[in-house]
């Protein structure tokens, strides 16, 4: 059981930088997908970025492709979101992922059982 702790959200104005952590319990390993998900009131959970831990492969959706820079640590067993430039609609709440032999393609989300932290607020506001 990999346990998921994520920190660094907050509120910002438009235009402005955070940087999410997400900290595992333990060593995942070198065949872990590991990503960022995100849910707005009333909407439902979205893919933002994703990462394999054995590799330097990452996958990102449209809306923050160059906003947003996914990356790890595997020394500290932490995952990272770099968001920039952020804007209202990125508002939401941030939800690390982690899944054995899952892909990134699909947020680490698959037919493996997935391990979810229990999320950090983000709010932009203009």
């Known amino acids: 059981q990999v346990e998921l702790v994520e920190s660094g959200g907050g509120s910002v104005q438009v235009g402005g930088s955070l940087r999410l952590s997400c900290a595992a319990s333990?060593?995942?390993?070198?065949?872990?997908?590991m990503g960022w998900v995100r849910q707005a009131p009333g909407k439902e959970r979205e893919g933002v970025a994703a990462?394999?831990?054995?590799?330097?492969?990452?996958f990102y959706d449209d809306s923050v492709k160059g906003r947003f820079t996914i990356s790890r640590d595997n020394d500290k067993n932490t995952l990272f979101l770099q968001m920039n430039s952020l804007k209202p609609e990125d508002t939401a709440m941030y939800y690390c992922?982690?899944?054995?032999?899952?892909?990134?393609?699909?947020?680490?989300?698959?037919?493996?059982?997935?391990?979810w932290g229990q999320g950090t607020q983000v709010t932009v506001s203009s």
């Open positions: 992922a982690a899944a054995e032999t899952a892909s990134i393609y699909l947020y680490c989300r698959g037919l493996s059982q997935v391990y």
């Open positions: 333990e060593y995942t390993g070198a065949n872990y997908c």
């Open positions: 990462i394999y831990t054995g590799a330097t492969d990452t």
